[in-house]
């Protein structure tokens, strides 16, 4: 389980400058706004489970898409999440409802500095590859647009993020 941020990005272009021009302008859109998600994959069918948080990452929405995340749980077995050490992951906020249900949910915390060990990360590099890559997006809600499409159709079994994210 993880998160990922989409910024959005003005152009970016290579351009010659005749040297008889002081000051070229280049006009451009830019912005530092960025949209958020929650996500976790379940390794054996390629199933995605997506949330995105109102505002901003915090024990609360971390502890929401928990509650979500485990209504998606096998009956019976017992759900590992590999998930990085951010703050909100580990809040004391929903310290004894972890300790509560331990026997079938387990955070299984990963090295600091290692997302390559994190399979989700590559959910995450998957769409940027796929929905954002040479794409200009004048809005956030045309970055939304672009990868919730696929966000639905990876939020039932597929082989693509099965293979993806296989072990």
């Given at each position: 389980?993880?998160?990922?941020?989409f910024q959005q990005h003005?152009?970016?272009?290579?351009?010659?400058?005749?040297?008889e021009v002081d000051d070229p302008i280049c006009l451009h859109a830019p912005t530092r706004k960025?949209?958020?998600?929650?996500?976790?994959?379940?390794?054996?069918?390629?199933?995605?489970?997506?949330?995105?948080?109102?505002?901003?990452?915090?024990?609360?929405?971390?502890?929401?898409?928990?509650?979500?995340?485990?209504?998606?749980r096998r009956g019976g077995r017992k759900m590992v999440i590999i998930?990085?050490?951010?703050?909100y992951h580990h809040a004391c906020l929903h310290e004894a409802w972890r300790d509560e249900v331990a026997g079938h949910f387990c955070l299984h915390f990963l090295p600091p500095y290692s997302p390559e060990l994190n399979p989700i990360e590559r959910v995450w590099k998957l769409i940027r590859?796929?929905?954002?890559?040479?794409?200009?997006?004048?809005?956030?809600?045309?970055?939304?647009?672009?990868?919730?499409?696929?966000?639905?159709?990876?939020?039932?079994?597929n082989a693509t993020l099965r293979r993806l994210c296989g072990i």
């Open positions: 389980m993880d998160e990922v941020h003005g152009s970016r272009c290579r351009m010659w400058v005749p040297p960025s949209i958020s998600y929650f996500g976790a994959v379940r390794l054996n069918d390629g199933m995605l489970v997506m949330s995105r948080p109102n505002g901003m990452f915090d024990a609360q929405t971390c502890w929401d898409f928990y509650r979500k995340l485990r209504r998606h998930i990085d050490n951010a703050r590859r796929r929905c954002l890559h040479n794409r200009y997006f004048a809005a956030l809600d045309e970055v939304i647009a672009a990868v919730e499409p696929t966000f639905r159709l990876w939020s039932r079994p």
